[in-house]
């Protein structure tokens, strides 16, 4: 496998993509039309990392079966300190095992880990 792309189904992908871009430097892979005037965003993270953002309203239309939980998703990132000074809703840092992590969560209350890269 040369890339991975992790769906993310949220209520409003312009402010997710805004939210991803600001505090992770993401940048725009593909802004795609879906149907029903709704579209995608599809953001690089990290060289073989994309997150694509599906508005929830289109995925519980057409795709109900794939509607629930959010992955539980582990960020590890050399700009640790950084990202948890800059991010709003940073959790405490606690050491995992000898892994320095945080939470955070994104504009839809969804809760992500940033381990520390070393």
Excluded: C
């Amino acid at each position: 496998m040369k890339k991975t792309r992790i769906m993310l189904y949220v209520t409003d992908v312009d402010q997710m993509a805004k939210f991803w871009q600001d505090y992770f430097d993401a940048k725009i892979e593909t802004i795609s039309s879906l149907p029903d005037e709704f579209k995608t965003i599809v953001l690089a993270i990290a060289p073989s990392m994309e997150l694509a953002f599906f508005p929830k309203a289109f995925i519980a239309k057409y795709s109900p079966e794939v509607m629930g939980n959010t992955p539980s998703l582990m960020f590890f990132s050399d700009r640790f300190e950084a990202l948890h000074k800059a991010l709003p809703s940073a959790g405490e840092i606690v050491d995992n095992n000898g892994t320095l992590t945080f939470n955070f969560s994104d504009p839809d209350g969804n809760y992500f880990v940033v381990a520390q890269d070393k």
